[in-house]
Nanobody
Framework: QLQLVESGGGLVQPGGSLRLSCAFV??????????TGWFRQVPGKERERVSC????????NFADFVDGRFTISSDINKNTVHLQMNSLTSDDTAVYFC?????????????????????????WGQGTQVTVSS
């Protein structure tokens, strides 16, 4: 059974950077057949998608509000996906979640269309708080 374990949140000043990590515990060699989504949520609002990636994070897309500030990478040896966040602003303050769906093969993962809605994702991390404040 897959478990997603997040780490890396914290307090950072405006303009600063953080790197979030999402470890795919129990994925084994199947790690390469998962699509990864990052979401964030603030109190009183729905969870919104930040990014989606497949193919060891070589294929990724981001929400418009990211505006080139975030990147995604994968550590194949550790079955971990990283979300590098730069030029953070107070608007980025939220609880960040990683999510995953199994896409079965290289071909299917290459064609995979990530669900925009959080209800479309099967596996979730526990969430990590990111606070951007001076």
């Amino acid at each position: 059974q897959l478990q997603l374990v997040e780490s890396g949140g914290g307090l950072v000043q405006p303009g600063g950077s953080l790197r979030l990590s999402c470890a795919f515990v129990g994925a084994g060699p199947g790690f390469k057949y998962y699509a990864t989504g990052w979401f964030r949520q603030v109190p009183g609002k729905e969870r919104e998608r930040v990014s989606c990636s497949t193919d060891f994070s070589r294929s990724s897309n981001f929400a418009d509000f990211v505006d080139g500030r975030f990147t995604i990478s994968s550590d194949i040896n550790k079955n971990t996906v990283h979300l590098q966040m730069n030029s953070l602003t107070s608007d980025d303050t939220a609880v960040y979640f990683c999510a995953a769906n199994y896409c079965y093969s290289e071909n299917l993962c290459a064609q995979y269309v990530c669900p925009e809605d959080s209800n479309g994702w099967n596996y979730w991390g526990q969430g990590t708080q990111v606070t951007v404040s001076s």
